[in-house]
């Protein structure tokens, strides 16, 4: 087990009904002018934001409003949110959505106290220091962004599109109001694509050359199994409250890093993932469907044990002591089964990749065959995350 420190001061504020006091907690932690974030004109639409309106107005909180944002949000609506923070004089950010408005929330709270660049933190140029506080109201449980350390953000650069991660304590949210009724109305591919997200914040974690570390991988086998459990309930009875509730506390649990703390963490999947959605504009979880199981089949070599310890725990198959290798193949086949049961895509096809697009992938991903490497769990040159693309593009299902 790995030394660690670890802390979330991230309140939740879980349940029902819940986010109808986001005024009353804005005004609890005596902030008294507000940016709102959001997404898609849902958040209208729904009725959503005008309550949430309505609740600073109560409170006598001031406040300005910024939508617009997109899935994979990108660094132009981080740069305007910036300027509104700086000419209105904001000293909160509230983000009413899902992980795209939460991480450019996250983004504009870094930039608005600095002095250059925001997306210098992105590029590894500089660390942040400083930074407002963000808060949230989840609507699409999916990235774990409520209370993760983690943000995300894409900027075309010299004709290149570069989506990259800041991780920084800074980052971290004040608060989370996780209202479950509040993701009734998600559709199911993107229930779907919220779930194989963080199944995938969980299995980053899961694989790890770290030893004796069994308190965590049975939390992360513990929570794997209850998401598996309980996505096909939400997503076929979207309207049911026990399901989603489950479903929505586990997408914090995945990725607030306590299924991590001991361990060295893999994050290559993610990385190589993330230039599809770049390039695409494909969903986050749909990429992660296609990338990590053709991750796991290039890899699973490197500790059949570990893989075979997957396949009994979380989907329960007999294990083969005689050939433990045709075990972990069958877990890789179940986790398939079970992204492709909740319709979830497994192929470049299926997403729109090309497999022509491949070298440029690799030079987007940053790559190369001498220093520049993938993971933790085995180092991924190049070559290695080429032919990790070349098997997600060659995919072909069978049941």
């Known amino acids: 087990m790995e030394n660690f420190e670890f802390v979330v001061p991230t309140k939740y504020i879980f349940g029902q009904g819940t986010s109808s006091k986001c005024g009353e907690i804005v005004k609890g932690y005596g902030y008294k002018n507000v940016l709102v974030v959001y997404g898609s004109e849902h958040a209208k639409k729904s009725g959503l934001l005008d309550r949430i309106e309505e609740q600073l107005k109560t409170n006598s909180i001031d406040y300005s409003l910024l939508g617009g944002v997109l899935p994979n949000p990108r660094a132009d609506l981080v740069y305007k949110g910036i300027d509104i923070g700086r000419e209105k004089k904001i000293d909160f950010i509230l983000a009413v959505g899902g992980g795209s408005v939460i991480d450019t929330a996250k983004a504009i709270a870094l930039g608005i106290p ?28 999916a990235a774990g962004s409520e209370s993760s350390l983690s943000t995300v953000i894409e900027k075309e650069i010299d004709g290149r599109v570069v989506k990259n991660g800041c991780g920084s304590p800074l980052n971290r949210p004040l608060f989370a109001v996780l209202d479950p009724e509040l993701t009734y109305s998600v559709s199911k591919y993107q229930t779907a694509c919220g779930i194989t997200d963080m199944i995938a914040h969980i299995l980053e974690r899961y694989f790890t050359n770290s030893k004796g570390v069994t308190v965590t991988d049975y939390m992360c086998e513990g929570l794997l199994k209850s998401i598996i459990e309980n996505a096909p309930i939400a997503i076929n009875d979207p309207k049911n409250y026990d ?6 506390w586990a997408g914090s649990l995945a990725h607030n890093n306590i299924c991590g703390v001991d361990r060295v963490q893999d994050w290559a999947s993610h990385h190589i993932e993330h230039q599809l959605s770049a390039l695409y504009d494909v969903a986050h979880g749909a990429g992660l469907a296609v990338i990590f199981p053709a991750w796991m089949d290039y890899v699973y070599k490197h500790d059949v044990m570990r893989f075979a310890q997957f396949a009994v725990r979380v989907f329960g198959i007999s294990m083969d002591f005689d ?17 492709h049961s909740i319709g979830m895509p497994l192929s470049f096809e299926e997403i729109g990749a090309k497999e022509e697009d491949i070298p440029h992938l690799l030079n987007m991903l940053g790559v190369d065959d001498v220093n520049r490497t993938e993971g933790q769990f085995v180092l991924l040159y190049r070559k290695d995350c080429e032919a990790i693309y070349y098997r997600a593009a060659h995919y072909k299902y069978s049941d």
């Open 114 to 141: 600095d002095d250059g660049d925001f997306f210098d933190f992105f590029t590894k140029k500089r660390k942040p220091h400083t930074a407002l506080k963000v808060g949230c109201v989840l609507t699409i449980p």
């Open 243 to 248: 399901a989603r509730s489950n479903i929505m």
């Open 323 to 339: 050939d433990p290798s045709s075990t972990a193949r069958d877990g890789i086949k179940a986790f398939r089964k079970f992204l």
